[in-house]
Every structure is written in structure tokens, then in C-alpha cells.
């Protein structure tokens, strides 16, 4: 299995356009994370998935922020507009009962 | 709501010492995970743990689920330069939502 695939790999987009990030989970896990990491604050948990339902988005910072998964293999975590405040790694991780695999990380640059 | 408090915040050592490190919470778990993150990489799993009291080794590296539930460490034996990362406890409460330390970031020096 090539693991949690997430795209780009790095995103740097000016203040106010759009960003879709786009994850890919393993085949076969049933829960999906969007996670966000800085200096600052460390690891966030943004938003998870189980079995493509939304359970639990109080990690979401902002109305600007949303996450869909429209069917068992495929994500995306959309900022709507974007804030330099936003540049920071955003990680999609699967998981299958308690063992969470992450993809590689998308840095985003707000400028 | 649930929190995980994981020290220390960072670790200078020496390249052959030992490392230790925990994680404790004023929440019961059912499960203690510890991931390794690398440059540029996301976290990666090292050690699960399953039952309070369990003593778990992989390779130099040992952890343990506090007979609390509410703690875990983990040690590193002997540590090498590609020791170098942050190291996350994490926790399960049995729902779907595991709970991330805030990360200890380990520098060996050769």
C-alpha cells in the first residue's frame, strides 16, 4: 500500500485565493483526520472522519475552513479565503481502530 | 476538555545516552500510541499500547502504560544521531478521536 497520499506537497497561494488540499486515506480504513501543525500550537486536530460522515469539527478555526469527503477514499480541506495566518503543515491521517497513519504534509505559504 | 501533558518540551543529549519522556492526563485511556515525526514527515507510529501495566519494546525503545490509564513513557536506550525528531504520545478514549501530546523534541549530539 503507497500509505496516506496527500497533494501538493507544498501550496504557496496569496492572502484571499482559495486552497484545496487533497488526501487520499488507506484502503480500508474507515476513519479519516485533517490535522494542522505550527511552532506555535503543535499538532491540531481540524476535523475527522468516520466512514465518511463528519463526527467532530470543533477544530475548525474559522467559517473559512471546511472539509469534505464525498466517498471512502478521497478528502479535501478547503480554505475559503485564505489568511497568512493559515501558512502552517496540514496533515491527513487514516486510521484504522486506534493506529493513525499520516501522509507526508502539505506546507502551505500564505503571502 | 481532554488533554494530554507531555514532557519534557525538549532534550539536548548526548549520543549514547539514554531518553526518557511521559505523558500524563487527568483522563482514564484505553489505549497509549507513541509516534516519532522526522523532518518534513508526518508522525509515524512506534509503539502501541494496549493494557494498563503493559511494557512494550521496539528495538532501544520501551514504553509503558501507566496502571493508572492515566500516564505512559517512553524510554530510548543508547541514542544515535537518527534519534533526532519529536516524539508524540498519543491517546485513545475508545471513541474515534485519538488525543495528541504537544510533542518532545529530541536533539542527540554526535
Known amino acids: 500500500d503507497a500509505g496516506v497520499i496527500q497533494s501538493p506537497r507544498h501550496e504557496v497561494t496569496e492572502m484571499g485565493q482559495e486552497v484545496t488540499l487533497r488526501c487520499k486515506p488507506i484502503s480500508g480504513h474507515n476513519s479519516l483526520f485533517w490535522y494542522r501543525q505550527t511552532m506555535m500550537r503543535g499538532l491540531e486536530l481540524l476535523i475527522y472522519?468516520?466512514?465518511?460522515?463528519?463526527?467532530?469539527d470543533s477544530g475548525m478555526p474559522e467559517d473559512r475552513f471546511s472539509a469534505k469527503m464525498p466517498n471512502a477514499s478521497f478528502s479535501t480541506l478547503k480554505i475559503q479565503p485564505s489568511e497568512p495566518r493559515d501558512s502552517a503543515v496540514y496533515f491527513c491521517?487514516?486510521?484504522?481502530?486506534?493506529?493513525?497513519?499520516f501522509g507526508q504534509g502539505i506546507r502551505l505559504t500564505v503571502v | 476538555g481532554q488533554q494530554l501533558n507531555q514532557s519534557p518540551q525538549s532534550m539536548f543529549i548526548q549520543e549514547g545516552e539514554d531518553v526518557s519522556m511521559n505523558c500524563t492526563s487527568s483522563?482514564?485511556?484505553?489505549?497509549w500510541l507513541w509516534y516519532k515525526q522526522e523532518p518534513g514527515e508526518g508522525p509515524v507510529l512506534l509503539i502501541a499500547l494496549y493494557k494498563a501495566g503493559e511494557l512494550t519494546s521496539n528495538g532501544r525503545l520501551t514504553a509503558q502504560f501507566g496502571i493508572t490509564r492515566k500516564d505512559s513513557f517512553l524510554n530510548i536506550s543508547a541514542s544515535i544521531p537518527s534519534d533526532v525528531g519529536i516524539y508524540f504520545c498519543?491517546?485513545?478514549?475508545?471513541?474515534?478521536?485519538?488525543?495528541f501530546g504537544a510533542g518532545t523534541r529530541l536533539f542527540v549530539k554526535a
Open positions: 483522563s482514564i485511556f484505553n489505549t
Open positions: 472522519f468516520n466512514n465518511n460522515v463528519p463526527i467532530d
Open positions: 491521517a487514516s486510521q484504522f481502530g486506534t493506529e493513525a497513519f
Open positions: 498519543a491517546g485513545d478514549t475508545g471513541g474515534f478521536k485519538t488525543i
